[in-house]
């Protein structure tokens, strides 16, 4: 059963907007980790955050986890066009190679 | 490059057919996993290899099978038995085992129904 919800599922943004995506889990978990997906393509890993981590920064990339409240935060600044893109967050566990992939936020960016 | 090759890019299913697609890897990567995609959906894992020879069904293995004869290849057959077989499937792998790693991702394999 997927365990990742996202919230929105779809945010439309203008040029140099920053756009912030939620990430919502139920048990605890070893990481937690983001990808983009342009349309019919495959998905890119972008960043991934351990439990024990609280930020983490890549380039234009925030992404924050807390624990307590079981949900992370994907915060892309000063977007861009080409940001333009589905985003997933996917939980890994300490047990088994799986990860559980949320249903995504749809973004788009409008120049 | 290294990276990961599917193919066909599109392939159709008539009834009562099995069709493979195909996945291979350059990474010398240990695991790979298979993932069906439904319209605005996630990902929902089918089966999953964490080293030749070996293979766990995912959550959703039903109608599906996989061998994994060599590091670099693991084959999905979706076979007659699956109902709803229109979708995307991605192909993944990552260096070792365990969940702490990214995925690598190829670029899917669209399925239809003739």
């Known amino acids: 059963s997927q365990q990742g919800e996202e919230d929105p599922q779809a945010l439309s943004i203008q040029e140099g907007e920053n756009a912030t995506m939620n990430c919502s889990y139920k048990?605890?978990?070893?990481?937690l980790q983001w990808y983009r997906q342009n349309s019919g393509r495959g998905l890119v890993h972008l960043i991934l955050?351990?439990?024990?981590?609280r930020e983490k920064h890549s380039g234009r990339l925030r992404v924050t986890l807390d624990t307590s409240k079981k949900s992370s935060s994907l915060l892309i600044t000063a977007s861009r066009a080409a940001d333009t893109a589905s985003y997933f967050c996917?939980?890994?566990?300490?047990?088994?190679?799986?990860?559980?992939f949320g249903q995504g936020t749809e973004l788009s960016v409008k120049p | 490059d290294g990276g990961i090759t599917q193919s066909p890019k599109y392939l159709f299913r008539k009834e009562g057919q099995n069709v493979t697609l195909s996945c291979e890897q350059n990474?010398?990567?240990?695991?790979m996993y298979w993932y069906r995609q439904d319209p605005g959906q996630g990902l929902r894992l089918i089966y999953y290899?964490?080293?030749?020879?070996?293979?766990q069904k995912g959550d959703i293995a039903e109608g599906y099978s996989v061998s994994r004869e060599k590091k670099e290849s693991f084959p999905l057959t979706v076979t007659s038995a699956q109902k709803n077989p229109t979708a995307f499937y991605l192909c993944?792998?990552?260096?070792?085992?365990?969940?702490?790693?990214?995925?690598?991702f190829g670029d899917g394999t669209r399925l239809s129904i003739l």
């Open positions: 993944a792998s990552t260096p070792g085992q365990g969940a702490s790693q990214p995925q690598h």
């Open positions: 048990t605890s978990i070893n990481n």
């Open positions: 955050i351990r439990s024990n981590e």
């Open positions: 996917a939980t890994g566990y300490n047990q088994g190679g799986k990860l559980i």
């Open positions: 990474l010398n990567h240990d695991a």
């Open positions: 290899s964490q080293i030749v020879n070996d293979f």
